[in-house]
């Protein structure tokens, strides 16, 4: 009975051993990953490409899904779910090493071969990218192979040291006192070394982020040629719980795909506009952006994925260049002149692309080229050094972050990222109200309650905003002034709240004299409509 119960026993501590064998593997790949990302560049962490892998080939459905249920956590949601894969891989490397070494090592190198190829493909990815993962793959192996061995009888008759059923070291026997000490001394080295590289490159990326960031710190936005009027008197109705007229940056929705925001060296940044029907290639860098007139605007900034009565829109005050006489300068004409290209497509440092058409770009209103965003550089997770802003259209076809390059082009010949993923290739922003205040299942004291909230049709403008109760009469609701139609406003209305749960709806009218649809239509593949409700508790 008892060489039985050890024969078992046995193999449960192999079978943990190697488990733990293959999870430090994954643990020494990712630390010397970390490492040469850190040479390399941060992009090219296995995880962080992984990452954007999935993020793009990520179906419509369960991206908006995501976004609306972790919000902007949904990153961190993401990397949780690769690493908790990662690990199930590593206990499976793990055991099949245990089987058979060979196998095993093939399975982490596997690991790194994958690595390896997703950060290299990655839309602005190019061959170095690689080279974290395949490095991260190699120790992966060296850690499995090194681990198993201790515990695989294959391991020892390599060293001629033949196993026998007497010496108690094969796959079946009770592993010996001295073969677990091997093994916990060589897991323990194994472990600080990842410790020690982790650290180190965590540490390097750390160092060149807090620089990044002192760069950015030392940097003045001169003040606009062509500064924004002060904000009329009463755009702010300053009421509790509604937003604020301007968001501040450090409240500022964020919707990127980049899992790390890049953080650009502006002395070093340039970019270029060429393409179809440009007469004058234009290279521009961030001094010769500074060194021209700069404006400065109010504008809202409005995301196609933002739900009825969602967070992801905001107004900002943005100081940046003209962006169509830049182009004009180039030569560019938009088609209705018989210009040559229809779609401007901008395009990142990480490889996004968005596309706006010309014509809009062109139709005179403050599309720009932003640096400057509420009295500071542009924060870097709104797009450091540079972006763009085109009011009136959604983000996804005209906002593009961390901006490297404008390509002249059309529609038939080019599709940008999001349309490749059946979101609208054109995207103007649909007129929109939302309630503040109170908010949905709140309980509230009867009597005077202000309802409020912000109205937006960018570049169109907010001619009337009505609210109605349990589906009563439509009711005006008070205007706050707005320092142009590019912005959102802010309404109010004075409730005579009486006892009893109720419904409040809003609905708002544009400049063009159209009233917002009650249809409710979700985000994709232009934009959300219907009307924001709320339901309230009035004692
Ligand atoms: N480089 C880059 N620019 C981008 C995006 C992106 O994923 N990458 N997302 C766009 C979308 S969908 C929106 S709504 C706005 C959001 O800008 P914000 O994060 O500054 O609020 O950025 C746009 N610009
Ligand atoms: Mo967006």
Redesign the pocket.
């Known amino acids: 009975m008892a060489p039985a119960a050890g024969r078992g026993a046995g193999r449960w501590e192999r079978r943990l051993y190697a488990a733990g064998s293959g999870v430090l593997a994954a643990v020494a790949a990712l630390a010397v990953a970390e490492l040469c990302a850190a040479l390399v560049r941060p992009e090219a962490r296995p995880v962080t490409a992984v990452g954007g892998a999935v993020i793009d080939r990520t179906p419509i459905a369960v991206k908006d899904w995501a976004i609306r249920t972790f919000g902007t956590a949904d990153k961190l949601v993401l990397q949780i779910g690769i690493l908790t894969l990662l690990t199930l891989f590593a206990v499976a490397v793990g055991l099949l090493a245990l089987r058979s070494l060979r196998a095993g090592a093939a399975g982490a190198a596997l690991f790194g071969v994958f690595g390896a190829v997703t950060a290299a493909g990655r839309p602005g990815g190019s061959a170095p990218d690689a080279v974290p993962s395949l490095v991260g793959g190699v120790a992966a192996v060296a850690v499995v192979v090194l681990l198993v061995r201790i515990l695989h009888p294959a391991g020892r008759a390599d060293r001629a040291a033949p196993a026998t059923e007497a010496g108690g070291t094969t796959e079946h026997g009770v592993l010996s006192a001295l073969d677990r000490r091997r093994f916990l001394r060589a897991a323990s080295v194994a472990a600080a070394a990842s410790a020690g590289s982790g650290l180190l490159g965590n540490r390097l990326l750390s160092t060149g982020d807090a620089e990044a960031e002192a760069a950015r710190d030392s940097l003045t936005i001169p003040r606009p040629g062509d500064p924004a009027p002060p904000l009329p008197p009463g755009a702010d109705l300053e009421i509790d719980g509604l937003a604020p007229f301007t968001t501040p940056n450090k409240d500022?929705?964020?919707?990127?795909?980049?899992l790390r925001v890049p953080r650009l060296d502006a002395t070093t940044w340039r970019m270029k506009i060429f393409g179809r029907g440009v007469e004058r290639e234009l290279e521009l860098s961030y001094r010769d952006l500074l060194d021209r007139e700069l404006i400065e605007r109010d504008i809202t900034?409005?995301?196609?994925?933002n739900q009825v009565g969602g967070p992801?829109v905001?107004n900002a005050r943005w100081i940046g260049v003209a962006l169509a006489p830049l182009l004009r300068e180039a030569g560019v004409r938009p088609p209705s002149e018989g210009g040559a290209a229809d779609q401007l497509v901008a395009r990142?440092v990480?490889g996004?692309t968005?596309g706006s058409p010309v014509d809009t770009v062109m139709d005179g209103r403050d599309a720009m080229l932003a640096v400057g965003m509420n009295g500071e550089p542009l924060p870097f997770?709104?797009?450091f050094p540079v972006?763009m802003v085109v009011p009136g259209l959604?983000?996804?076809v005209s906002?593009?972050?961390?901006l490297s390059e404008l390509e002249l082009t059309t529609f038939d010949d080019f599709d940008v990222y999001?349309v490749e993923r059946d979101w609208a290739a054109r995207g103007p922003i649909k007129t929109m109200s939302r309630i503040d205040t109170p908010r949905g299942f709140a309980t509230i004291p009867a009597g005077t309650v202000p309802v409020a909230g912000v109205a937006w049709a960018q570049h169109t403008g907010i001619d009337g905003v009505e609210v109605r109760v349990d589906g009563g009469e439509w009711r005006e609701a008070r205007l706050a002034p707005a320092p142009g139609e590019d912005t959102w406003r802010q309404w109010v209305w004075e409730w005579e709240a009486e006892p009893g749960s109720h419904r409040l709806e809003v609905r708002a009218t544009d400049s063009s004299g159209y009233t917002q649809t009650e249809e409710r239509v979700g985000t994709v593949p232009d934009g959300a409509t219907g009307w924001h409700s709320v339901v309230v508790t009035v004692d």
């Open positions: 500022f929705y964020r919707v990127d795909t980049a900034l409005t995301c196609v994925s992801y905001g990142s990480e996004m968005l997770r709104n797009g972006r959604y983000g996804y906002a593009c972050k961390w999001w």
